[in-house]
């Protein structure tokens, strides 16, 4: 009775919203995994508050490419490699394929290599013992818990982000400066301030994501009775693609809302008392001391494991995902691995892989932070070849994007491009 009368006192709007949540929140939740924690954390502890302006302004970005990746998965009722399958060359498929893995796979090691060295914080042991641990864990979560059980949970497990919300209300933080530093862009054009925007804009606007959220949609035509690709059911185009474009705003604006606190918090706690480079996971926690006092590690680790189960599946599955759409294999998370054994089969070399880079004595706060600015290099091209795939109505049809979406689209290609060049051109000074 006590759960249904709380029930009752939520709002209906604010139920029937979070009921039409799906891939566009997992898609932001899983966006701030233990990569987005410790850049996020070592640009606000090494430049301040300089970069906050970032989180303003790749909204718009990230938000405009999400949703025009949601809408490829659901018009065409496949993900984005099955598309460039049927539509472009191998070469485009092969470079694409073989570009994303790269960075999911190495950005699945430094999240579980992250995870394992934060518990090491707490617990007697080794973080190479814990993280394989969590490697193996994740991996029969995905081998043999049904997704949709699994994403119920998913959703909540975002909840441990809002920590860094809290210790901005804590901490002394000048808001005034928050304030001019959040409007007002300011970057010095050093090789390190451009490294940092990369990684930034990398860990935000990261290529899993992106063949992530059109599988996802293409998942929801599969597995939802009446619900059909829009090509083929255009009456259904209204709700869904309202559906597609506040699941993924909301997504968003939550990914980017905690990115933008934890900056904030990391530069009111550490680079406010002169640690500018966080090295190590002991130093990241401690811009929890704030709010958590001496359990500072505790709520540090909650983060990094809490996201980083999040995070881990959605970096294997959506190689899989790629790969196995690539070859016109069966894929779905839905199945079950004997059904469709070669999609699980690259999602288990993945997460082997990734536990081995853990092997190699890489520290595991820098390869977060370099697994960021991988996945920025890496996003430019993928954008490219996304827009190009919105833009042409062999593709998407009668339902090619709007205009509006189209131009946001490329500017956000435009703006990773130039980025890059950015780091590139530095790179020797």
């Not at 092969?94 to 394992?116: Q, R």
């Not at 998913?154 to 901005?168: I, M, P, Q």
Request: aromatic share 10%; net charge positive.
């Amino acid at each position: 009775m006590e759960v249904r009368s709380s029930q009752r006192r939520i709002p209906p709007a604010v139920r029937g919203l979070f009921s039409k949540l799906g891939p566009g929140l997992i898609t932001g939740a899983s966006d701030d995994d233990p990569s987005g924690i410790a850049t996020y954390s070592q640009v606000g502890a090494q430049f301040g508050y300089t970069l906050l302006w970032t989180m303003l302004v790749s909204y718009p970005l990230m938000a405009a490419i999400q949703e025009v990746c949601g809408r490829i998965g659901r018009v065409t009722g496949c993900g984005l490699a099955a598309n460039l399958r049927k539509n472009y060359p191998k070469p485009v498929l092969f470079s694409v394929l073989l570009l994303m893995s790269a960075a999911n796979v190495f950005n699945l090691g430094a999240d579980i290599g992250a995870m394992g060295a934060s518990v090491a914080l707490l617990l007697p042991g080794t973080g190479i013992l814990f993280a394989v641990i969590f490697g193996v864990v994740s991996l029969l979560a995905v081998l043999f818990i049904p997704y949709t059980t699994y994403a119920k949970y998913l959703k909540w497990l975002t909840l441990s982000l809002f920590a860094y919300v809290g210790v901005a209300f804590l901490a002394h933080v000048p808001w005034s400066t928050v304030l001019t530093a959040t409007l007002i862009p300011h970057m010095a054009l050093s090789r390190e301030s451009w490294v940092a925007l990369i990684a930034v804009l990398g860990t935000t606007i990261s290529p899993y994501l992106f063949f992530w959220q059109a599988s996802q949609e293409a998942e929801e035509v599969k597995n939802n009775r009446g619900e059909k690709a829009l090509k083929r059911a255009p009456g259904q185009a209204p709700e869904q693609l309202e559906r597609i474009h506040a699941d993924t705003m909301v997504g968003m604006a939550f990914s980017n809302a905690v990115a933008f606190f934890i900056i904030l918090t990391a530069a009111s706690t550490l680079h406010a008392h002169g640690i500018t480079n966080v090295s190590t996971c002991e130093q990241a926690a401690s811009a929890l001391e704030p709010i958590a006092g001496r359990f500072a590690a505790v709520l540090f680790v909650c983060g990094i494991v809490g996201t980083g189960l999040l995070a881990v599946p959605v970096l294997g599955s959506s190689a899989a995902y790629g790969i196995a759409e690539g070859c016109n294999w069966r894929a779905s998370l839905e199945y079950t691995p004997s059904q469709a054994p070669r999609f699980y089969g690259v999602i288990c070399v993945a997460t082997v892989i990734g536990l081995v880079m853990n092997f190699l004595h890489i520290d595991p706060v820098k390869a977060l932070v370099w697994a960021a600015v991988l996945n920025g290099i890496v996003a430019a091209p993928l954008m490219i070849v996304i827009m190009l795939m919105a833009s042409s109505r062999k593709v998407m049809g009668k339902f090619k994007v709007p205009a509006y979406l189209l131009w946001m689209g490329w500017f956000a290609a435009f703006v990773m491009a130039c980025v890059c060049a950015g780091v590139f051109l530095t790179w020797q000074r």
